[in-house]
């Protein structure tokens, strides 16, 4: 049974930083891309940024370019989020998901690409 594990949210101020960690059990962890949605309240899910098998390739979307990092670590079966210049608008429920095809060289960035998802980490920015 594939399980994924979030973790590292939290309140913190705006313009603070954040780490989100998510560990991955199951299945082999190392040749499935991974990626990071968030939702907030009365908000559809939406991407915030993916990493493809091997770590060569990512992606953001375009509101966390610049301020957000994605990151894993095939050895330890973990993806993290590295929000860095946090603001108010990221304030949501942080989920790692894990993509439905291996090898894939690029990921997708929409959710049913995703077949595997983590029960969500509360991200709350304050201003």
């Known amino acids: 049974q594939v399980q994924l594990v979030e973790s590292g949210g939290g309140l913190v101020q705006a313009g603070g930083s954040l780490r989100l960690s998510c560990e991955a059990s199951?299945?082999?962890?190392?040749?499935?891309?991974m990626g990071w949605f968030r939702q907030a309240p009365g908000k559809e899910r939406e991407f915030v940024a993916a990493i493809n098998w091997n770590g060569r390739s990512t992606y953001y979307a375009d509101s966390v370019k610049g301020r957000f990092t994605i990151s894993r670590n095939n050895a330890r079966n973990t993806v993290s989020l590295q929000m860095n210049s946090l603001k108010p608008e990221d304030t949501a429920v942080y989920y790692c998901?894990?993509?439905?095809?291996?090898?894939?060289?690029?990921?997708?960035?929409?959710?049913?690409?995703?077949?595997?998802w983590g029960q969500g980490t509360q991200v709350t920015v304050s201003s």
């Open positions: 199951g299945r082999t962890f190392s040749i499935y891309g």
């Open positions: 998901a894990s993509a439905r095809l291996a090898y894939e060289s690029s990921v997708p960035t929409r959710s049913n690409g995703y077949n595997y």
